[in-house]
């Protein structure tokens, strides 16, 4: 089972910004691909942004094109979501999830295909 972590969710003003991590497993981080996905109560999750197997494209929902970054370290077995201008329609539990690269050398961004979730980190964004 991928284990997962992820943190750095808070409290933040609207056109505020946070920077959330995903640490994992060496086997996990350096054979997957990484997704960020975040959830409402009532609705479904659902896919916010990917980075590819070797870091080198990335790829977003349009809600957080030009507002939302991912990024990776190796390093650090550790991949982070970069959020600014945040607004009150991004406040969520974010989860990140780690799958086996496509063709592309991305994860799959169909929440349903991932058997298993971590704890997810709480943003909230307040007008």
């Known amino acids: 089972q991928v284990q997962l972590v992820e943190s750095g969710g808070g409290l933040v003003q609207a056109g505020g910004s946070l920077r959330l991590s995903c640490t994992a497993s060496e086997r996990t981080f350096r054979s997957n691909a990484m997704s960020w996905f975040r959830q409402t109560p009532g609705k479904e999750r659902e896919f916010v942004a990917a980075i590819n197997w070797s870091g080198s494209s990335t790829s977003y929902a349009d809600f957080v094109k030009g507002r939302f970054t991912v990024s990776s370290d190796t390093a650090k077995n550790t991949a982070y979501l970069q959020m600014n201008d945040l607004k009150p329609e991004d406040t969520a539990l974010y989860y990140c999830?780690?799958?086996?690269?496509?063709?592309?050398?991305?994860?799959?961004?169909?929440?349903?295909?991932?058997?298993?979730w971590g704890q997810g980190t709480q943003v909230t964004v307040s007008s």
């Open positions: 999830n780690a799958d086996p690269p496509d063709l592309e050398g991305y994860g799959s961004r169909e929440p349903s295909a991932y058997d298993s």
